[in-house]
């Protein structure tokens, strides 16, 4: 669920859950405490409870019963109104409900049940404004606010007489603090449970994943890239926990290819020391040879000379290998492209191959199967290269007494292909996959013969790569080795 609707749904819960709860809590109450409030106070079994939500008419009718009582009394036996111990008795019932019972006879008070009030005869209504009903009340607003209900009636001796019961509306009943108490309760406890239910949803669907994550963190610091980050659901957090861990996994790629570009400088290091070993070592005994005196012939000095010479040339090559590879390494390779007639430039380009195999007795053939107009995109320097590169790996690896390589240009729709082919001792199947990886070296002896720094292969690929052309190998074990170039042609755009 995403976070907008969760978050959607918390306001619709704190809205409407406690609002139906409250109703079901006040549902309650009509059902059983106001119930019991309306039979405790005389309101019998009617279902309008309106009364309660008015203080003067629900006191009104808990004092009625006995205001009927007295009011019989008072039309049939007014000699018990002057009798003090069924007076006594009468307000000793009216107390329990908060009121008291008080006695006029003419205008002298003879009777006052409730001796802590503040009522005086001139504070009551005169004789006669009662309209002889337990109904009858009057509210008197002094010291004391009272409702008053007045029964009036005539004495034995013709005196005039008024019954009075007065209630005091100061407070609350008892049983309605109780059902506000009750209500108050209800809010909070609702309010609470609501919640509850939020923060424990909230927890589980927010900060539990915010603690995963909180601990990859914490992992990532550490340097341990060894964990798992799992979306447990499809939401906003979800995704982030997906992003995390796609970070993390980037994290540890990034690691693992630090370290293993790490152990391939190593490797590049050791292999070029050891490579640059052999060649400098010749270069001191054939320069201390001719320090010392010992090519004493015009003949032994000029051999000395030679192959200083070429051992310096080999210094040199591996040197601009290593140059090449680091501008390969940080993507700097300096491309100049052109539009290059296919047939022209391998024609020359066997030109100058030939005669350095010529001098090494090796043989060469080469065939143009393309046609004399077809012409490619490419950087003339870096794509001869790639020939001289291959080639050179050819000349190193020749096992036979007669060496030879063939090259071939073929026309293979939009694209050409060219193949270079020896008889050298050919590449094993379990090395011909990753003979263009760097540092790789088929032959594990490092002599001087088939030494090398392992990158060669690797720099080929990379510029055949940035030509947007493909290349691969094929080879069998003693019988030679054949690479394949693939090139895209180059086509005018036609407008029309």
Excluded at 266 to 287: E, F, Q
Aim: charged residues 25%; glycine residues 8%; hydrophobic residues 40%.
């Amino acid at each position: 669920m995403k976070l907008k609707t969760r978050l959607i749904i918390s306001f619709c819960i704190i809205i409407f859950v406690p609002m139906g709860l409250m109703a079901c809590s006040l549902y309650g109450f009509q059902r059983f405490q106001l119930r019991e409030i309306a039979q405790t106070y005389g309101m019998g079994e009617s279902s309008d409870y309106t009364y309660l939500t008015n203080s003067t008419q629900l006191l009104n009718r808990y004092t009625k019963q006995i205001c009927q009582e007295l009011l019989t009394v008072a039309e049939e036996d007014t000699v018990k109104l002057e009798d003090f111990t069924y007076l006594e008795e009468m307000n000793s019932r009216l107390l329990g409900k908060y009121s008291f019972l008080l006695v006029r006879k003419d205008n002298a008070i003879i009777f006052k049940g409730g001796g802590d009030a503040k009522i005086s005869a001139d504070t009551l209504p005169a004789y006669g404004e009662g309209d002889a009903s337990p109904d009858s009340r009057y509210f008197l607003n002094g010291d004391t606010q009272s409702l008053v209900k007045q029964i009036d009636f005539i004495y034995e001796d013709n005196s005039q007489g008024s019954l009075f019961v007065v209630t005091s509306i100061q407070g609350l009943l008892p049983e309605m603090k109780g059902l506000l108490i009750d209500v108050i309760i209800s809010v909070l406890l609702i309010l609470v449970l609501t919640a509850a239910m939020l923060t424990i949803w909230i927890y589980k669907g927010i900060i539990g994943p915010i603690k995963k994550l909180e601990t990859a963190a914490q992992n990532i610091k550490e340097g341990n890239l060894d964990f798992e980050v799992e979306a447990e659901k499809e939401d906003e957090i979800g995704s982030l926990c997906n992003n995390f861990e796609q970070m993390r996994k980037r994290l540890k790629e990034s690691t693992e290819e630090k370290l293993v570009n790490e152990k391939e400088s190593k490797a590049l290091i050791s292999n070029i020391a050891h490579d640059l070993k052999t060649p400098i070592t010749a270069v001191k005994g054939y320069a201390e040879g001719l320090l010392d005196g010992v090519a004493d012939t015009p003949e032994k000095m000029d051999k000395y000379i030679r192959t200083i010479y070429n051992k310096a040339n080999e210094i040199d090559l591996l040197l601009n290998e290593l140059t090449l590879y680091s501008k390969i390494d940080t993507n700097r390779i300096p491309y100049n492209f052109n539009k290059i007639n296919v047939a022209e430039y391998f024609d020359d380009c066997i030109e100058e191959i030939g005669l350095d195999l010529e001098a090494k007795n090796i043989g060469l053939s080469y065939f143009n199967y393309a046609e004399d107009d077809i012409l490619i995109i490419a950087d003339p320097e870096q794509l001869k290269r790639v020939i001289h590169n291959i080639i050179g790996n050819s000349i190193k690896y020749l096992d036979k007494s007669k060496g030879f390589i063939n090259i071939r240009v073929k026309d293979v729709g939009d694209f050409i292909q060219i193949e270079i082919e020896d008889n050298g001792k050919g590449i094993s199947s379990k090395d011909l996959p990753y003979i263009f990886d760097r540092f790789y070296r088929a032959d594990s002896s490092r002599n001087s013969a088939t030494g090398g720094s392992g990158i060669g292969l690797s720099i080929v690929k990379k510029i055949i790569e940035d030509h947007g052309g493909k290349i691969w190998a094929t080879s069998k074990e003693a019988t030679g080795t054949i690479m394949y170039l693939v090139l895209r042609k180059y086509q005018e755009v036609i407008n029309e």
